[in-house]
Nanobody
Framework: VQLQASGGGLVQAGGSLSLSCAAS????????MGWFRQAPGKEREFVAA????????SYADSVKGRFTISRDNAKNTVYLQMNSLKPEDSAVYYC?????????????????WGQGTQVTVSS
């Protein structure tokens, strides 16, 4: 599975961005998907995950209520809608796929990673 993340950019605090992650290669089916982020000098952290085919999702406490993960299986794409953005949300955002129907909060469980897209939130 190849993953291509897009949609990052520069936005003011309180604004919104929508990230996309398009999967190609092996079938997208039966893969749990996740979004992670990494800010400079910090470890990669979990943001959100969604199961296959999409009935279950989970979020980091820091983004709960502001971010929404979803997937369009017909388009082999997973999305991360980010609202009410804060400067502390600034990071490189990565999408990832795990060979399990259940998404995971543990980055070590993921088998495939996208290249990352930069999100910068100005105050």
């Amino acid at each position: 599975v190849q993953l291509q993340a897009s949609g990052g950019g520069l936005v003011q605090a309180g604004g919104s961005l929508s990230l996309s992650c398009a999967a190609s290669g092996r079938t997208f089916s039966s893969y749990g998907m996740g979004w992670f982020r990494q800010a400079p000098g910090k470890e990669r952290e979990f943001v959100a995950a969604i199961s296959w085919p999409g009935g279950s999702s989970s979020y980091a406490d820091s983004v709960k209520g502001r971010f929404t993960i979803s997937r369009d299986n017909a388009k082999n794409t997973v999305y991360l809608q980010m609202n009410s953005l804060k400067p502390e949300d600034s990071a490189v955002y990565y999408c990832a796929a795990v060979r399990s129907a259940w998404g995971s909060r543990d980055s070590n469980r993921y088998d495939y990673w996208g290249q990352g897209t930069q999100v910068t939130v100005s105050s």
